[in-house]
């Protein structure tokens, strides 16, 4: 693996999962827990997110040791109705729950129309978009919503009611990538933030209160204070549809109530609320007609179209690897050297 002059470690994807699933293990997860947490965070960077990469990938290994995510947790799964999964994570990670039956809900989802699944108690599940863009590639249209720990003010509030709480749609596609949005409804993430007052730089306008509730571009100031919604009081608004969707439904903690996923040894017990449906279902030539309209969105409006940026990302890491920072790599590799001892 070797070392450039920007100091950064290039991986192949095999080596990055491998890597990290090596470094779950060392931090206490089951080989289940790890490769589901592993595949997603290496995922995410290969997409070119890499603030909820293998940055991000560190939180989950400090939560792992620290007991916020039970590693060798089992997912408890229910059926009340055919087309609804709901999911007790037992304080572990939110991914195995899902992976666990991703087949069986895209199948009941071609099977019935549409098909729910919700989650309670289990750690933040990092780039939603993971979800979703699995099953629009797997020909579904799929909706999904998430909380954690609250760090956003809510409309008219300046303390702190709702987690960044994003919220996720992904669509298939005829010859190309799906659709894929994926977005927080707060201003910025929340790793946005912590990153700038780790590195010292300013944070925009509008992001952020302090600790006394005024606006601030201290980054540092920021972390003491609370998030902002993007768009004001609608921001607002949709993080309160989130949280309704993600925690009421799935019976997870509220934001409020959700302990940190940075601190302590308790599990956010944070929710996760995915429906998928199939579009076949409804409009049998659904694929193309989407083909078309992003196609002539693109080149006749110039509008971004979200999800072919995250492919060719891909594509570029798959073909010539990802390269992350030393200091991160080492950090990973502490883990993964418990396992080999």
């Not at 990670?93 to 199948?107: L, P, Q, T, W, Y």
């Not at 509730?213 to 100031?221: I, N």
């Amino acid at each position: 693996m070797p070392q450039t002059k920007t100091e950064t470690v290039t991986l192949s994807l095999d080596e990055a999962r491998a890597l990290c699933i090596s470094a779950a293990i060392g931090a206490g997860a089951s080989e289940e827990t790890a490769q589901s947490i592993a595949l997603a965070a290496v995922a995410a960077e290969a997409d070119g997110q890499a603030s909820v990469g293998l940055s991000h990938y560190v939180d989950y290994l400090e939560a792992l040791e620290a007991g916020r995510i039970d590693g060798k947790a089992e997912p408890v799964i229910a059926r009340p109705a055919l087309a609804i999964y709901l999911s007790d994570g037992q304080g572990g990670a939110a991914h195995n729950g899902f992976d666990r039956n991703f087949d069986e809900i895209a199948k009941a989802a071609r099977l019935f129309g549409v098909t729910v699944f919700a989650q309670k108690n289990a750690y933040t599940c990092g780039s939603l978009g993971y979800f979703t863009g699995r099953l629009a590639e797997a020909g579904l249209v799929a909706l999904a919503a998430t909380n954690g720990p609250a760090l956003v003010a809510g409309s008219g509030s300046t303390k702190p009611v709702f987690c960044t709480n994003p919220i996720s749609l992904a669509a298939p596609t005829a010859d190309g990538p799906p659709l894929i949005i994926d977005q927080s409804s707060s201003a910025t993430a929340f790793v946005n933030v912590r990153k700038a007052a780790v590195t010292g730089e300013e944070i925009p306008e509008g992001w952020a209160l302090d600790a006394r509730g005024k606006p601030t571009t201290d980054a540092k100031k920021a972390m003491k204070g609370v998030l902002l919604a993007f768009g004001g009081a609608r921001g607002a608004n949709i993080a309160l549809m989130v949280e309704v969707l993600a925690a009421g439904i799935s019976g997870a903690n509220w934001s409020i109530d959700a302990p940190s996923i940075t601190a302590g040894d308790q599990t956010p017990g944070a929710g996760l609320f995915i429906v998928a449906l199939d579009p076949k279902l409804f409009d049998p030539g659904f694929e193309a007609r989407m083909r078309a309209q992003l196609d002539r969105l693109s080149s006749q409006y110039h509008v971004h179209i979200p999800g072919p940026a995250k492919a060719a990302a891909r594509a570029r890491a798959e073909a010539g690897g990802i390269a992350i920072p030393i200091a991160l790599h080492a950090r990973i590799a502490e883990f993964s050297a418990r396992q080999a001892g």
